[in-house]
């Protein structure tokens, strides 16, 4: 194989990479965007959050064009396959972080005049800073190849699951307390299992990142406490 092709084939490979990184820094950003405002409760932030996520979906396709490409043409084996193949699993996974950070702000939007709630809307932010830097450190594993760093991200998976069930009780004991707390209770509810789903997607991340830098999955079961809540479609 000349040195030309095998430039080129390089280039193609870094250039996914280069490609996923971006997209998370988007996501990053939607995530950050979404959590700012669930205290602040900012429209307009609010209103940009949900029209951004055009842009996550544009690169995700993008991704997965440029991936189906590169396995179709150059063939990769081994190292380069499960580069090109993580690379296409983890933009995914960054395109439903974005669709969560749409709706979070799409609920921030539907509570912009009702009850604040601030003692309850603060912890949810709490929990949010956590499933932030949870993703932070994911991309940054993803990024710098950095093994420990993505298996600690997925060794903490349950404190997410913690945090969340947490918040549940809390606010099922203020709607069952006061009737008039139920319609924003319910949107704060479904905006931390929003964020616990976040999470849910960085230990995801965490495993393809395992998986790329060693050619194996994690063997041993995934830290996880039992949600309390069923899932929101």
């Not at 932010?125 to 298996?151: N, Q, S």
Request: proline share 3%.
């Amino acid at each position: 194989m000349s040195d030309h092709i095998v430039k080129s084939y390089d280039d193609d490979l870094n250039t996914v990479a280069a490609e996923v990184a971006r997209m998370g820094g988007l996501a990053e950003a939607q995530v950050a965007d979404a959590i700012g405002i669930i205290v602040k409760r900012d429209p307009h932030t609010a209103e940009q959050v949900v029209a951004r996520d055009t842009r996550l979906d544009e690169l995700h396709a993008d991704i997965e064009d440029r991936a189906i490409r590169l396995i179709a043409l150059r063939q990769p084996l081994a190292n380069d396959l499960r580069r090109t193949v993580c690379a296409m699993k983890i933009a995914g996974e960054l395109e439903r972080c974005g669709d969560l950070a749409k709706n979070i702000a799409k609920r921030t939007l539907a509570l912009a005049d009702a009850d604040p709630m601030l003692p309850l809307s603060r912890s949810i932010e709490r929990m949010g800073k956590l499933v932030a830097g949870r993703l932070k450190d994911v991309l940054d594993a993803y990024t710098g190849g950095v093994l420990d760093k993505a298996v600690a991200v997925w060794s903490r998976d349950d404190e997410v699951d913690e945090h969340y069930n947490s918040l549940f009780r809390e606010l099922l004991t203020y709607m069952m307390g006061d009737p008039r707390t139920i319609t924003t209770g319910a949107h704060l509810l479904f905006i931390a299992k929003n964020l616990e789903r976040i999470g849910d997607h960085a230990t995801n991340i965490a495993e393809f990142v395992h998986y790329e830098l060693t050619g194996r999955n994690i063997e041993a079961e995934r830290p996880k406490t039992d949600a309390l809540a069923p899932e929101q479609n």
